[in-house]
């Protein structure tokens, strides 16, 4: 490797991983997926060099262990279960599963196949050793943090003044940081603003279940749209239009009322409505908005609780989606006294530079050798590598929103 291991430890994830694969493990352990990466800008070209140095960054990563008191962390959270820290005990990557390699578009392919178990654990890792790959081999590393750091200074100080009011935020920006180094230098400040007595907004976690650990803060994070993708899809004996249901369901048999924020857009969320009900809707402590417009969205979701008989206050409404604090002001503002709001700010406080971010996903592109995709609130977040799939999926959503009798 030319740079130093930029995975050091595998509680570097996003806790939903966690929270997804304890699930995975007691419900479909036998379940196969294929992930596919896709790097969304255009312009970017991952040379030669930069592809060896991430196959080198992968392979080390995959030569990790939990330790004891890794260990001892996740079993320490509420809502985790000993069986499922038993198999952490034995588990680790398997480079086996990765397929890497230069290709003639963006200039980096990478695949990975096996059990669903194994494979969900790789896509955060994947992402945060291409990213920072990319920045440290693309541009002067130096320059960027420093201009990082003076970004990050003057968010903290619009913080500290009021000028922006966000009520709860945490920070979400593993799978894009800057760096590792970048990214424990956003928490580590965002920590301080609970000393900060005319700070109206609350920093209150991180995904990076690491650096929770290290900074004794929250680990957040609850489901993701594999989860409903796969549960909902990759039964072959389902109807896809009913992905959620399926998915909410096999949650709740896991978790109860615990950790309970139910992703709704994964085949929109119009459709996630039919089968967000009295129970369901109870049950879940909220909602977590990732595609679309998020006032739209939110005063949906207040209606929807309304028409249930449910107090849209006992709520939260969670907004995950492209945020910087302007936006997450706009948004508190709005629904202020109406809803709970909070918020999961990424690679605004992760990468915020003079260089554009990537956009870089890794998506679940088939599972028990099915096809898999998701159907957002907007178009070009899709990702499926059979577009007769795509049409099947979005026929079968609009049948049911036609001909089913809503109770």
């Known amino acids: 490797m030319r740079l130093a ?13 966690f929270s997804m694969g304890q699930a995975i493990y007691h419900q479909f352990p036998g379940y196969k997926t294929t992930w596919t990466f896709k790097c969304r800008n255009p312009e970017v070209h991952f040379t030669p060099e930069m592809v060896e140095e991430i196959r080198e960054q992968i392979k080390a990563y995959c030569s990790l262990h939990f330790t004891e008191e890794e260990l001892g962390y996740i079993d320490s959270i509420q809502w985790m279960k000993g069986s499922y820290t038993d198999f952490l005990r034995l588990w680790h990557p398997r480079y086996e599963d990765f397929d890497i390699h230069a290709n003639a578009g963006c200039g980096l392919s990478i695949e990975t196949r096996g059990t669903w178990l194994n494979t969900s654990m790789y896509e955060i890792p994947t992402l945060a050793i291409v990213n920072e790959v990319y920045f440290r081999m693309e541009y002067p590393y130096g320059d960027l943090l420093a201009g990082f750091k003076r970004r990050l200074g003057d968010k903290v100080q619009k913080l500290q003044t009021g000028q922006w009011h966000t009520g709860f935020f ?17 928490v580590e400040t965002l920590v301080h603003l609970k000393d900060t007595p005319r700070c109206a907004s609350k920093f209150v976690g991180t995904s990076n279940v690491y650096l929770a650990k290290k900074f004794g803060i929250t680990p957040v994070g609850t489901m993701a749209h594999e989860w409903i993708m796969c549960v909902g899809q990759g039964n072959h004996k389902h109807n896809p239009a009913y992905s959620n249901w399926y998915a909410l369901n096999a949650w709740v048999k896991e ?13 929109s969320t119009d459709c996630f409505l ?21 006032i ?34 706009r948004i508190f503002r709005h629904f202020d006294g109406r809803v709970r709001v909070a918020f999961g700010i990424g690679t605004y406080l992760s990468n915020d530079t003079s260089a554009p971010p990537l956009n870089i996903v890794m998506k679940t592109t088939a599972c028990n050798g099915q096809d898999v995709a998701k159907i957002s609130d ?12 795509v049409e099947y999926l ?9 001909h089913e009798k809503i109770s």
């Open 274 to 294: 039919r089968d967000f009900q009295l129970t369901f809707a109870t049950l879940f402590s909220g909602v977590r908005h990732d595609s679309g417009d998020p």
């Open 5 to 17: 291991q930029i995975i050091t430890s595998l509680l570097e994830t996003d806790l939903y991983k």
């Open 378 to 389: 907007i178009s070009g977040k899709e990702m499926c590598k059979n577009k007769d799939y």
């Open 170 to 186: 945490s920070e979400f920006g593993l799978r894009r940081r800057l760096s590792a180094e970048a990214q424990e230098l956003a």
């Open 255 to 267: 978790y109860g009322i615990l950790n309970g924020t139910a992703l709704t857009d994964t085949i």
């Open 394 to 402: 979005t026929r079968s959503i609009e049948w049911r929103m036609q």
């Open 296 to 329: 739209e969205w939110g005063e949906k979701m207040i209606a929807h609780y309304q028409k249930l008989g449910i107090e849209p206050k006992s709520k939260t409404l969670l907004f995950s989606d492209s945020l910087d604090f302007e936006r997450a002001d």
